[in-house]
């Protein structure tokens, strides 16, 4: 076999970051020269995370291809060159599902379906479709907790995996948990020993640790660990916490995990190049301006749920070597007429969603942001609520709303296209993956992007009704962006405002840290900007105030006192 192969596992607990481990694996070997994928299989029985909630799941990541992907393929496509695809996430749901099909088929011949071989055969089978003849590394990230019942038959599958192929062609990463325990202050490597001792009970021995901490774990530490785990020394490796996620690719090559890596497998590369992420890192850790951007949404207070577009807002920031602080305000607190959470922000951003609760406050959101001259981004919903506002509050249309929000309005200023309404299951309707934009010369949109025509990823139902485009570029929100047949529109943007743009699709699922998306470069400039106005304005009135005290003080033998 050509390409060799890393599985990645995970131990003690969830959320250690096997995702951005794997992603930052995948960094530091594409900067051996190396050609990478990586792989996110998951243990849960959903087909796909499309309809699960983000209470439950987090974000749902979307591929050129139009597959809804777990979050963590936006990990690898941040931190490497790959593109991903429907190939690079799959579920217990998607493997079950194929294998009774071949079974009603008559695949099997008859024979009795079981859990080995027939579920790990295929577990397997879509393992081995992902690379290609030109990938030398594939990145499995295996999803859950070693000990979970429903991680079993994938944990069987990759056992069997390297004996199939071989030891030299296949390596086991552990993630793991080092807690320090601050009041016996000391650091604790039974949680490890247990997870270790967990994964040899089902046969996988593990080739390397990924160990979790607060810190960087001393040499004695990692001689225990070896010692008890059955690993090298050297191949317990510190994962300590970092202030920017973008440093472990650093912090894993100062630890030798790129050189223990080709060791075990054998693999001849060049020596790391990693100037172009420590320049990165050095441009986010010296930044020095700072934009406050406020997020309104339903789900703020799960970071997870806006994961990519909070890292492509940070992107945004370091072009500018500026940070960027993220105030997430609660659409529903908005829908009460509380504005204290939104006022003295320098953008607003609202993001996509789907459902009606939250909705009046987005609304009054933008409302905000076009009546105060804040710079303003929405996307997907977010372009749609900017939409629905400016028709009510501008064209007069009082009823003007959303299909998906009130069907019956006299004003659907959003709409199904009309070979949508004869698709009745729910979720038939939905633009997945990515489409062209055509882009209007000297619109906002095309000093963005710098191009007329572009391709973005999509995941929404529900459209601007093109009856209605004509009235409101009339009125000054001209539709800059559309479908290649202009019938689709793609962006939004307002005439006289400081920055006011919509688009339709989610620019974040394209955005890197080595290249930021270029709408997330210009709102953070455009926030930037709104701050330097604002202080401005305040340094003036200030000293207007201290004009008008010393015209109405004057100084005497005695102290201060009004002039008379």
């Not at 995948?26 to 796909?48: C, F, H, Q, S, W």
């Not at 920017?244 to 100062?254: G, K, Q, T």
């Not at 609660?330 to 959470?341: F, I, N, P, T």
């Not at 007329?452 to 001209?478: P, Q, T, W």
């Amino acid at each position: 076999m050509k390409t060799k192969v890393i599985f990645v596992t995970g131990g003690v607990l969830s959320s250690l970051g096997k995702g951005l481990s794997s992603a930052s694996i995948g960094a530091l070997m594409e900067a051996r020269g190396l050609t990478v994928r990586n792989l996110k299989m998951d243990p849960y029985i959903n087909v796909d995370p499309g309809t699960m909630s983000p209470y439950q799941h987090g974000e749902v990541y979307v591929t050129d291809d139009g597959a809804e992907t777990d979050l963590d393929l936006g990990h690898y496509e941040r931190f490497t060159n790959q593109i991903t695809g429907k190939t690079s996430n799959f579920t217990t749901g998607k493997v079950y599902e194929t294998v009774i099909r071949k079974e009603r088929r008559g695949e099997y011949l008859g024979r009795t379906v079981q859990v080995i071989p027939h579920i790990t055969n295929e577990i397997k089978r879509r393992i081995l479709r992902v690379p290609d003849d030109k990938t030398d590394l594939l990145i499995v990230e295996v999803g859950g907790t070693v000990g979970d019942i429903e991680s079993l038959p994938f944990l069987e599958a990759i056992r069997q995996f390297k004996y199939d192929h071989g030891s030299d062609n296949v390596l086991f990463i552990h993630v793991t948990l080092v807690p320090y325990i601050h009041t016996a202050d000391e650091v604790k490597t039974k949680p490890t020993q247990h997870s270790v001792k967990e994964l040899r009970s089902i046969g996988i021995q593990p080739d390397i640790l990924l160990c979790r901490s607060d810190r960087r774990l001393a040499p004695d530490i990692k001689k225990k660990i070896a010692l008890f785990c059955n690993v090298d020394q050297a191949a317990v490796v510190s994962a300590p916490d970092v202030k920017s996620i973008y440093h472990l690719p650093i912090v894993f090559n100062e630890e030798g995990l790129g050189d223990m890596v080709c060791s075990k497998l054998n693999i001849w590369a060049r020596h790391p190049d990693l100037t172009a992420w420590r320049a990165m890192v050095e441009r986010f850790q010296t930044a020095e301006d700072v934009a406050t951007i406020g997020i309104v949404g339903k789900y703020v207070h799960l970071v997870e749920s806006y994961k990519s577009l909070n890292e492509a807002l940070v992107h945004g920031g370091m072009t500018h070597r500026s940070r960027v602080e993220l105030r997430y305000i609660s659409s529903d607190e908005l829908e009460k007429g509380r504005y204290d959470s939104v006022e003295g922000v320098d953008a607003i951003l609202v993001p996509g969603g789907f459902g009606e609760r939250g909705v009046e406050g987005k609304i009054a959101a933008v409302r905000y942001a076009r009546e105060k001259n804040v710079p303003f981004l929405g996307i997907c919903l977010g372009m749609q609520m900017a939409v629905v506002e400016f028709a009510r509050n501008v064209l007069g249309l009082e009823e003007a709303n959303s299909r998906e929000f009130d069907q019956d309005a006299d004003h659907l200023v959003i709409d199904l296209m009309e070979e949508q309404k004869q698709v009745t299951m729910k979720g038939g309707t939905m633009r997945l993956g990515a489409y062209p934009c055509h882009v209007k010369p000297g619109s906002l949109a095309h000093r963005i992007y710098g191009a007329e025509e572009i391709s973005e990823r999509h995941r929404h139902r529900y459209e601007v009704n093109s009856a209605y485009l004509e009235d409101l570029s009339a009125k000054g929100m001209k539709a800059s962006g559309t479908s290649p047949d202009g019938q689709l529109c793609e962006t939004v943007e307002l005439e006289g405002h400081p920055w006011f743009f919509g688009c339709q699709f989610h620019p974040e699922y394209k955005s890197k840290p080595n290249r930021p998306h270029p709408i997330f470069e210009h709102f953070v400039r455009a926030a930037l900007d709104q701050r330097r106005r604002r202080e401005a304005v305040d340094a003036e009135a200030g000293e207007g105030e201290a004009q008008l005290a010393s015209s109405v003080l004057q100084v005497s033998p005695g102290g201060v006192s009004p002039e008379s």
